[in-house]
């Protein structure tokens, strides 16, 4: 089976013109009752290594969320 070539050729762009209207839905926009958030944090030191850490579980597991203001 031939894989088809894409680099070059017209994209239908289904989703462009709810994007350039502002009528698209993004995840962004949608809030529910106890939303757990996330922050990717990315390393102060090149090639360090983390000696102490702490594991955190998310809410679906034995673990409990943070609140991220205390």
Same mark, same amino acid.
């Given at each position: 089976m031939s894989t088809p070539i894409a680099i070059g050729q017209p994209v239908n762009r289904v989703d462009g013109r709810h994007k350039v209207?502002? %009528? @698209?839905?993004? %995840? @962004?926009?949608? +809030? +529910?009752d106890n939303m757990a958030y996330a922050v990717v944090v990315g390393a102060r030191v090149p090639s360090g290594r983390d000696h102490e850490h702490q594991q955190f579980r998310g809410a679906g597991s034995q673990g409990r969320t943070r609140d991220p203001h205390s």
């Open positions: 209207t502002g %009528s @698209a839905h993004y %995840s @962004a926009d949608f +809030l +529910l």
